[in-house]
């Protein structure tokens, strides 16, 4: 009887500390984000230099936090699967349909405006059906909102980037292109005067977070992660990094 006892405690003793060690591996295990390959968000030069806003986040978050991160860049909806399969624990994107079944949001980034573009010499518009039968560019892939993915009166015409369909755009081989604003390059005037482009219509807001992934054990890593975006709010950190390049840039001309 005595040695059944002491073998069972010998089990229960073996059991926890086996459990212990994994808990602490675990802890130890770089946690992965996967990010979206859109220039600005995140992209790798020709000499495999990586960069983006969300390169700078993710840099930010390692700095503030003990958890070991690595991330890598992927093309959008590879990110997205990435994460839906567990692949990834963390991405940062914006809220879209179906995102919730798949992640859960950790911490809020940043609100983004989406805008239709046009020529300068263009009239302001006050709906998307105003250009029925126009070519108009986005990424494919992306989400701008209810308001263009429910629109089927204009023509959506996939394009590279945003400064690919801006060149199609002066071009005239597009009647207007749809962006968030913090991708459309610096420098770009959103009334006009004198700029190549000028905001047509101002669309939904998108809400940038971090999601985790459903599948994804790291929940203690959530718990830093989220700590540290909120340090970066309060500290305008957030607010430098996510900075309207569109607009901004003309105050300072």
Same mark, same amino acid.
């Given at each position: 009887? *005595? ?104 911490a809020d980034l940043v609100d983004v405006q989406v805008l239709a573009l046009g020529r300068a010499g263009d009239e302001p518009i006050d709906s998307l059906d105003e250009l029925a039968g126009e070519n108009v560019g ?102 430098? *990094? ?12």
């Amino acid at each position: 009887m *005595l040695r059944a006892l002491l073998y069972g405690a010998f089990v229960l003793l073996v059991s926890l500390g086996s459990a212990a060690l994994q808990a602490n591996s675990t802890a130890e295990d770089p946690v992965t984000f996967s990010l979206a390959a859109i220039e600005p968000w995140a992209e790798r030069t020709p000499e495999g230099e990586r960069r983006g806003l969300l390169v700078d986040l993710v840099e930010a978050i390692r700095g503030r936090t003990d958890i070991p991160i690595r991330y890598q860049i992927r093309p959008h909806s590879r990110a997205i699967l990435e994460m839906e399969e567990g692949h990834a624990d963390f991405v940062p994107t914006f809220v879209a349909p179906g995102i919730n079944q798949i992640a859960e949001p950790v911490a809020d980034l940043v609100d983004v405006q989406v805008l239709a573009l046009g020529r300068a010499g263009d009239e302001p518009i006050d709906s998307l059906d105003e250009l029925a039968g126009e070519n108009v560019g986005y990424l494919s892939g992306t989400w701008y909102g209810h308001t263009f993915a429910a629109n089927e009166a204009i023509r959506k015409v996939p394009v590279n980037n945003v400064a690919h369909g801006l060149r199609l755009l002066k071009r005239d081989r597009l009647r207007a292109v749809v962006a968030s604003e913090l991708a459309i390059p610096a420098g770009f005037n959103p009334d006009g005067s004198g700029a190549p482009v000028r905001t047509l219509m101002r669309l939904d807001t998108l809400k940038g977070k971090v999601f985790m992934s459903r599948s994804s054990p790291r929940e203690e890593a959530a718990e830093a992660i989220a700590a540290a975006i909120e340090g970066m709010h309060e500290d305008g950190t957030m607010e430098r *990094l996510f900075r309207n390049r569109y607009e901004a840039d003309i105050a300072r001309e």
